[in-house]
Each structure stands twice: as structure tokens, then as C-alpha cells.
């Protein structure tokens, strides 16, 4: 499975951007669809979760509240609409998909996109 994030942006601090995450291909519904940030100097950081096969989401604590994940299963794509941007928000921004029956709340995922540069000025 190949995913292909959409482009990023710059965007001043209150600001609100979506991203997009599409799948190469029609996926089973047990996969899980995940989007992990990563800021230079800091590991990698869980952002958020969803499964095609439902509208359960997961979310970190620091973005709960503010970003929102929602899948188009017609189109194989994921979004994930940030929302309240923060200068800490900014990071190479990450989808990732597992074809796992494991929680929402697991971090291991088997496919990976190339990122998309996400910016918040203060």
C-alpha cells in the first residue's frame, strides 16, 4: 500500500489546515489509519487514528480537541483538519497504515507516506 500525504503549508498560529492521506489502493476494513508528527530535535509523536471500518477515533492528548480525523472510504483517503494551530504544531506530518486488528491506541504501523511539511508562525 502506498500512501501519498497532500502538500502542507505555512500558516500564522489560530489558524486551521487539512491534510489528506490517500491509499494506492482499496484496503481491508480492518486497517488502521494513523497520523504521527515529528518535530527536528523530538521523537516521533502519535497525532491521531481511525479505522476504515468505523468511526472510532484516537487521539493525543496534546491535539485532542483541535484536530479532527475523518476518512472517505470512496476515495481510500484520510484526513486529518488541524484546527487551533500552535507554533509547537509544527513538524513533518506522517500517515501510516497497519492492516492489524490491534487498538487504535497501537503505535506500530506497517506502511508509511513521505511526509508533508506542516508550519505554524507565531
Known amino acids: 500500500v502506498q500512501l501519498v500525504e497532500s502538500v502542507g503549508g505555512v500558516v500564522q498560529a489560530g489558524g486551521s489546515l487539512r491534510l489528506s492521506c490517500a491509499a494506492s489502493r482499496r484496503t481491508c476494513s480492518s486497517y488502521r489509519i494513523g497520523w504521527f508528527r515529528h518535530a527536528p530535535g523530538k521523537e516521533r509523536e502519535f497525532v491521531a487514528a481511525?479505522?476504515?471500518?468505523?468511526?472510532?477515533?484516537y487521539y493525543a492528548d496534546s491535539v485532542k480537541g483541535r484536530f479532527t480525523i475523518s476518512r472517505d472510504n470512496a476515495k481510500n483517503t484520510v484526513y486529518l483538519q488541524l484546527n487551533s494551530l500552535k507554533p509547537e504544531d509544527t513538524a513533518v506530518y506522517y500517515c501510516?497504515?497497519?492492516?492489524?486488528?490491534?487498538?487504535?491506541?497501537?503505535?506500530?504501523?506497517?506502511?508509511w507516506g513521505q511526509g508533508t511539511q506542516v508550519t505554524v508562525s507565531s
Open positions: 501510516a497504515a497497519d492492516p492489524s486488528l490491534a487498538t487504535l491506541a497501537s503505535m506500530t504501523y506497517r506502511y
Open positions: 481511525i479505522r476504515w471500518s468505523d468511526d472510532n477515533t
